[in-house]
Structures are given as C-alpha cells and as structure tokens.
C-alpha cells in the first residue's frame, strides 16, 4: 500500500510545548515538503527537502525545525517560538527529475491552547 | 508567496452542470497544476499543463492556460454531488526544483 502516512491525524497540546509530527512515505520520492493551511486558505511552504540530509526553509519556517535523516521520513517539529502553531499541517513528496506533481498525505489537525 | 488566486471563492451549483474555476498567477512558469481537496484531507492531483500547452482533458475535466494573460481555468462537466471539495491551482517557477506555489482556492459545492 504505497503513499504517504501522517500521524497524528488529530493532535492537542498545551502552550510552551514543543510537538514533532510524523511523515513517512514509500514512494521512493526524493523531495518530501511540509504545508501549512489555515482555514479558507491556501497552502504556504514551512520547509522542504529535495535529498537526504539536506532541508531548505519555505515561506514560514520560522518557529519550525525539520530534519531528513533517512529517504522515507520527514518530521516537523513546531516549537514552542511558533506563535501561532494551531493549523492543519499537509506534508507531501514527489520525484521532481521526473514530474512536478506532489503526493500528499492526509494531515495533521495540531491544537494548542 | 501567494502566486496563484482562484476566482470565484466560492461556487454552488446544481448537479449535471458544469462548473468553471479560473487562476491568476504572476511570476513565469514551468507548469500549472489543479488539486483537489475533501473537507479535512490532503490534495489530491487532479492534472498538469505545461507552459507550451493550452489546453488539455482528463475524463470530465478540461484545463486551458493562456501564458500572456497568466491565467489558467479548469472546467468540470456533468458535475456530481461527489464533486464538492475545494479546488487548488498550484504554479511551479522555472527552476523551482519542483516547488509549487498554491492559491487559496475554490470551494465548489455540488447539490443534488
């Protein structure tokens, strides 16, 4: 069954905590990203990373760390400096030697209060 | 960076029409994608056009681009109840590496 799990699907924490979501895929996808959407909106780039061991900063990564230490994994840590951290978070692949298109995974729905 | 806007925000309509979504970008690109999205759930690929492409079919989905008014539509015929969910165009840059760009989006609902 390949593609690109997320978990949690729902995730509550308190304030001041720092919180780390999963995102696993077996698609063999070099390039894996992390999305942010608020409601109504689009999506905007945390973070992404085109090959093991490399990650770049997106539009808002501030308040966000990420690493890449193997292929398939790509988790997100939401720190406590994130100042605004309650969203749903998308995290996607793809293969961009081959194709622009992005596989995503079913989110995560983090609340902090 | 924002580079796509959908337009309209929102659009209702009855099912067995069509329904007709527009995106406005800024910036050249490489290629132009629609997504779609279920209420709570990720995007889903729905069909890319290349910027020497103008327009290009899949099943009940027609895109068209037309690159000198940075603009794209994506049109959906015979539309279903099935059809709701919000619907994004995303643009890759040339030499993005494969990043994309996502508007905000249309969210379309299908009554039946």
């Known amino acids: 069954d390949g593609g690109i799990t997320q978990s949690p699907k729902y995730l509550f924490r308190k304030e001041g905590q720092n919180v780390t979501l999963s995102c696993e895929q077996n698609?063999?996808?070099?390039?894996m990203y992390w999305y942010r959407q608020d409601p109504g909106q689009g999506l905007r780039l945390i973070y992404y990373s085109q090959i093991v061991n490399d990650f770049q900063k997106g539009d808002i990564a501030e308040g966000y760390s990420v690493s890449r230490e193997k292929k398939e994994s790509f988790p997100l840590t939401v720190t406590s400096a994130q100042k605004n951290p309650t969203a749903f978070y998308l995290c996607?692949?793809?293969?961009?030697?081959?194709?622009?298109?992005?596989?995503f995974g079913p989110g995560t729905r983090l609340t902090v209060t | 960076s924002q580079q796509g806007e959908e337009d309209p925000q929102a659009l209702s309509i009855q099912e067995g029409e069509n329904a007709t979504m527009n995106c406005s970008y800024k910036t050249s690109i490489n290629n132009l994608q629609w997504y779609r999205q279920n209420s709570g759930r990720g995007l889903v690929h729905l069909i890319l056009i290349r910027s020497n492409e103008r327009e290009k079919h899949s099943g009940r989905l027609r895109v068209t681009l037309d690159t000198s008014k940075k603009s794209s539509s994506l049109l959906i015929t015979a539309s279903r109840a099935a059809d709701t969910a919000s619907y994004f165009c995303a643009t890759a840059e040339g030499g993005s590496q494969g990043n994309l760009i996502f508007g905000k989006g249309t969210k379309l609902s299908v009554k039946p």
């Open positions: 996607a692949s793809s293969m961009p030697s081959l194709s622009y298109e992005q596989y």
């Open positions: 698609l063999n996808h070099d390039a």
